[in-house]
């Protein structure tokens, strides 16, 4: 790994010794509060992203920090995964300023993206007023919103919605995740072609939810050694027992390949395609050495204070809020076979 | 060969069902989960109206099924009050049959099993908790960790060491078992948070301090406590197979409901290839799970157990139901984190550990195969 990235990882890892891993619980399920906002944002973690109307958006510092906050607080890289989409996408200045300085808080809705058309409810603008609702907006209790109209247009919602009923929760509990009422003429349109927009930004995303997927998946297996190395069973340590050991290390083995490939990943310009490998296989991954280091742990990885079962929950709710299956792998089989392909 | 249920064992379904469209609201289960909660008025309706039927194991089976198939939590709280009875069945004397069996199976009182301890799972002949011979009791020391009805239940059956091993070798001797009254001066009892799943169950760890245990409540014969407790395990291990069919199941019906609903269809007006395919896996796989763990039942039922068999139902029963929740939300998206699929996913990972861990049993399968030349 570069030097620089070296040296932002360090960064990170004693942010997350000062400030993130004491209140781990509190960060994963009620709330991060406004101070620790404020933190995250003054180590400027929050703007790493650049401009979306760069062909090539930089998203290499943004996972390299993303990577790292996900191994203490899942929640707390997604958080700032959706800040960065959200300053990514949005140019007024005041606006900008207030989320980049962690003041204020702003999301970008990629559900339009993520369920079928007319399943997310709908937004119109009519007479200068945009009404309706939209379904399963992550970070539904921010202050500014970037979501897409019925009619294409990618507006930002300045004021003027509303968070309704907290939706279940799987993972990422402190962050908001309903649907938001919408009745606002203070907003703005931030594109006419809103969808190919929104559309370019989740597959710039790709890296970056790959990276916490990543940071997920080391932290999950070092737990899963750590304790194989000094809890006993049957007389022997766990890492003695085959079944175990070997699962464990050829997940390891995985998550080292794709570790390796991250990073060159991130030191290159990479394609869609290589992209969308990565985050195909590292989302997978996170959901795998999550289960077996929670099976390793037993009773005690069903219990929080363990630290365990919130990767299982959260690396299941990642591959659900920032991907799709079925459309990623229609598209990705389309790249591989460089002619359309998964459609009948 | 008739895979055909009987009529009265339809019958149990059917009032399963019913039950839980009842009682079984999305609030109510949304409420318990959330709130770490255990369903006492509901838990108290079904004792009031039978929902268990004791009489019959395989009503209990079915039950069990279609209870947690509606809701996981909800359905093991519903039927869990009598977690340990068949000890009492198989190795308690009459006066402990009237005293601690009766009221359990008639819905009055009920029973927690005391086996895990903090410092070992799956390993049972490895525990730690003593219980010294005093006068006319014995004095339990020690403790017990991740206990179902920790603080629910009137009575437990505890798992202790009344000599030392013979040898390293031979753990599993000088362990008894013992009813003790959950009002016991010295037992405390702490509730565990924060569970992943099952969140509408009880679970605790309990402490014993200088307990005493009138002789007479000690089960069975002293020394042969590992013995009852595998016995039991060979009973249980099927409930819980029934409890990962529920759960599968419940995540099929959920993942076709969808499929109806909101899921997308190719340009000939038929479901995408892979949902077909993964809705097809997973049906298959629960029928199959349906197979074993009922084959299991039907060797038990008869008193021939089938301790490979029962094994193989249990540890294929919790990977299927850890699949099917698993495929079940990746297919169905932001439906299914948003629904309550979510809890059936954090609900079935219990399966693979509790009972005995899904290696414990493929050990137990191969073992026994070795020794005994097949299933």
């Known amino acids: ?344 | 060969m008739d895979f055909e249920l009987s009529d009265d064992i339809k019958e149990a379904v059917v009032r399963a069902k019913e039950f839980a469209n009842k009682y079984f609201t999305e609030e109510v289960a949304e409420k318990s989960d959330f709130n770490e909660e255990f369903p006492t008025d509901i838990v108290a309706i079904s004792k009031k109206e039978k929902v268990l039927d004791f009489s019959n194991p395989w009503k209990v089976l079915v039950t069990i099924e279609e209870l947690v198939r509606r809701d996981p939590g909800l359905g093991i709280s519903v039927t869990i009050s009598a977690f340990g009875a068949e000890i009492f069945m198989f190795f308690g004397n009459d006066a402990q049959k009237e005293k601690y069996m009766n009221p359990v199976f008639a819905g009055k009182r009920t029973l927690g099993l005391g086996v895990t301890e903090a410092g070992g799972g799956s390993d049972v002949a490895g525990i730690k908790c003593e219980a010294r011979l005093d006068g006319d009791s014995y004095v339990l020391n020690g403790g017990k960790m991740f206990i179902s009805n920790g603080q629910i239940a009137d009575h437990f059956l505890v798992l202790a060491r009344t000599s030392p091993p013979p040898s390293p070798e031979k753990k599993h001797k000088g362990l008894s078992v013992f009813v003790v009254d959950s009002k016991s001066p010295g037992f405390a009892i702490n509730k565990l948070h924060g569970k992943l799943g099952v969140r509408a169950t009880n679970t605790a760890e309990l402490i014993f301090d200088n307990v005493r245990v009138p002789k007479e409540d000690m089960v069975g014969e002293e020394g042969k406590g590992f013995y009852y407790i595998m016995t039991f395990f060979n009973i249980s291990r099927i409930y819980v197979a029934a409890q990962g069919l529920g759960i599968a199941h419940g995540a099929l019906d959920r993942l076709i409901e969808y499929s109806k609903k909101y899921a997308p269809v190719s340009e000939t007006g038929e479901l995408n290839e892979n949902l077909q395919l993964a809705i097809a896996e997973i049906a298959t796989r629960v029928e199959a799970t349906r197979n074993i763990t009922y084959k299991a039942a039907s060797y038990l039922f008869k008193f021939t157990p089938n301790p490979i068999v029962t094994s193989m139902a249990k540890f294929y029963a919790a990977e299927t139901a850890v699949f099917a929740t698993k495929r079940a939300i990746e297919l169905m998206s932001l439906h299914g984190l948003t629904s309550d699929l979510e809890r059936f996913f954090r609900d079935a990972k219990i399966l693979d550990i509790w009972e005995g861990t899904t290696e414990v049993e493929k050990l137990i399968i191969t073992r026994m195969m070795l020794k005994e030349g097949g299933a």
């Open chain 1, 1 to 344: 790994m570069e030097e620089e990235y070296e040296i932002l990882e360090n960064t990170v890892k004693d942010f997350n010794a000062k400030y993130v891993e004491n209140n781990s619980i509190k960060f994963e399920n009620e709330s991060m509060g406004k101070e620790f906002v404020k933190l995250l944002a003054d180590q400027g973690f929050f703007s790493m992203m650049g401009q979306s109307g760069e062909e090539v958006a930089d998203v290499k510092t943004l996972s390299v920090v993303l990577e790292n906050l996900a191994k203490s607080v899942p929640a707390v890289a997604v958080k700032t995964l959706l800040a960065n989409s959200f300053l990514s996408l949005v140019k007024d200045p005041e606006v900008t300023e207030a989320v980049a300085n962690g003041s204020k808080s702003g999301t970008v809705t990629f559900s339009d993206l993520l369920v079928g058309p007319g399943q997310n409810g709908s937004l119109l603008l009519s007479d200068g007023k945009i009404k309706g609702e939209k379904q399963f907006v992550v970070g539904s209790d921010s202050d500014f919103i970037v979501t897409l109209l019925d009619t294409g247009e990618l507006v930002l919602l300045k004021s003027g919605f509303t968070a309704g009923k907290k939706l279940k929760r799987l993972g990422f509990r402190s962050i908001g995740f309903s649907a938001v009422n919408v009745n606002s003429s203070d907003y703005e349109v931030l594109s006419k072609e809103g969808r190919k927009e929104l559309e370019k930004l989740y597959y710039q995303l790709s890296i970056p939810v790959a990276a916490i997927s990543l940071g997920m998946s080391k932290a999950v297996s070092q737990k899963g050694l750590d304790y194989a190395k000094v809890r006993t069973a049957f007389g022997h340590y766990l890492k003695d027992f085959q079944p175990l050991a070997f699962e464990l290390t050829s997940l390891i083995a995985e998550t080292e390949i794709l570790q390796r490939y991250f990073e060159v990943l991130i030191s290159t310009s990479p394609s869609r395609k290589e992209a969308m490998f990565l985050k195909h296989k590292a989302l997978a991954l996170a959901k795998d050495i999550s289960k077996t280091s929670l099976q390793i742990h037993g009773g005690y990885g069903y219990l929080e204070d363990f630290g365990i079962e919130k990767f299982y929950r959260d690396s299941m709710a990642l591959s659900v809020l920032f991907h799709n299956e079925e459309h990623e792998m229609e598209v990705l089989s389309t790249l591989v076979f460089e002619t359309k392909a998964g459609f009948v």
